[in-house]
């Protein structure tokens, strides 16, 4: 059973670009979490997803950020117009559901560079 | 969501028993306790959960008071490779489970 699969494990976008960011959860998980994380800072909660329905997205810039999980394909995490700012590592995590004891599976991170 | 609180930065020594206390004093009666472990360069990754007393797994141990108002993770042992970032959770079943805090910074010194 693979674990939670981020691509690109890196990504260069120039200021202005497009950045998508995809996670394929692990099999039979059909919650999905991303967070940011800064160097040397801690995670940072984006938004939660379920299956065709953003849950909560408290944490999700209100300009240029917008995340979407289809019925079929891995959950994208898209941000228009990058600035410098932008630049951190995107976690995403899985988990089978969403009850008090459940445990969640994260990736290995993309790693965005606006330049 | 019960929020919580724990020491930013901790500094032990090879051999050692660590201790992190976190602190999550309006935790609701259904929430479970569950703490990550993050390395440079990687996601968090679980190392142990629970809802009272104690639990013990080949990694860690969680002690959880009576009034569950606070919980201890005690790392028996820790070498270099548990240098890492800590963070402690308090989980309900209404969805935003996975806030996490600033997390411990734990490093290990020879």
């Known amino acids: 059973n693979a674990g939670v699969m981020q691509n690109p494990r890196h990504l260069v976008r120039r200021r202005g670009q497009e950045a998508r960011l995809r996670c394929s959860p692990m099999?039979?998980?059909?919650?999905v979490y991303w967070y940011r994380q800064l160097p040397e800072e801690g995670l940072k909660f984006m938004v939660y997803?379920?299956?065709?329905?953003?849950?909560?997205e408290s944490g999700m810039p209100k300009e240029r950020f917008s995340a979407e999980f289809p019925k079929e394909g891995p959950s994208i995490l898209r941000i228009q117009q990058v600035v410098r700012g932008d630049s951190a590592a995107y976690f995403c995590?899985?988990?089978?559901?969403?009850?008090?004891?459940?445990?969640?599976?994260f990736g290995q991170g993309t790693r965005l560079t606006v330049v | 969501l019960a929020k919580t609180t724990q020491p930013i930065s901790m500094d032990s020594y090879e051999g050692q028993e660590v201790n992190i206390t976190c602190s999550h004093n309006?935790?609701?009666?259904?929430?479970?306790i569950t703490w990550y472990q993050q390395f440079p360069s990687q996601g968090p990754r679980f190392i142990i959960q629970?809802?009272?007393t104690k639990v013990t797994n080949e990694v860690a141990s969680l002690f959880i008071p009576a009034d569950r108002k606070s919980s201890t993770l005690s790392l028996p042992r820790v070498s270099l490779s548990d240098t890492a970032v800590y963070y402690c959770?308090?989980?309900?079943?209404?969805?935003?489970?996975?806030?996490f805090g600033p997390g411990t910074r734990l490093s290990v010194l020879p």
């Open positions: 995590a899985s988990s089978r559901d969403g009850a008090e004891d459940t445990e969640a599976f």
């Open positions: 099999k039979g998980h059909s919650h």
């Open positions: 997803l379920q299956k065709e329905n953003i849950i909560d």
């Open positions: 309006n935790i609701a009666t259904n929430d479970y």
């Open positions: 629970g809802y009272k």
């Open positions: 959770l308090v989980q309900d079943n209404y969805g935003q489970n996975f806030v």
